[in-house]
């Protein structure tokens, strides 16, 4: 299995590589100059307290960049429940969107790289 996350958190993703029958491999990235924003939402009193199934989106000033909240990624492996987003150097940040499993919106303006942005519903 494989999960990539910014185990350093210096803002760009790292890769866990586990072999089923071999030492697990650690490939730290080295090459990016970018910058990034984490997200890591909860869903209190819900059965649902890791909110799988959200979608979160990103609006910046080259785009909007999207990410799905999902429970599983490769074989034998899942994915991180922090949202990583990574983007060039100067971009502007401009909002963030949450659209919760059950249709809810929630919106945030004031958004600054390099920061974990933790969401409670």
């Known amino acids: 299995g494989m999960v990539m996350a910014d ?12 072999n089923l029958r071999g030492a697990a491999m650690l490939y730290e990235n080295q090459l990016c100059g970018g910058k990034a924003l984490e997200v890591e939402l909860n869903w209190r009193d819900s059965q649902n307290p890791r909110a799988v199934g959200a979608q979160v989106r990103l609006q910046t000033s080259l785009g909007t960049l999207t990410r799905d909240l999902r ?9 991180p429940y922090r949202l990583h987003f990574g983007f ?9 969107t949450v659209i ?5 919106v929630s919106k945030i303006d004031q958004l600054e790289p390099q920061t ?5 519903r």
């Open 71 to 79: 429970a599983s990624g490769g074989y034998l492996s899942g994915d």
């Open 7 to 18: 185990l350093d958190a210096d803002g760009d993703l790292d890769i866990v590589v586990n």
């Open 88 to 96: 060039p150097a100067g971009v502007e940040l401009r909002s963030l």
């Open 116 to 120: 974990l942005v933790k969401i409670t």
């Open 100 to 104: 919760w499993p059950d249709g809810q």
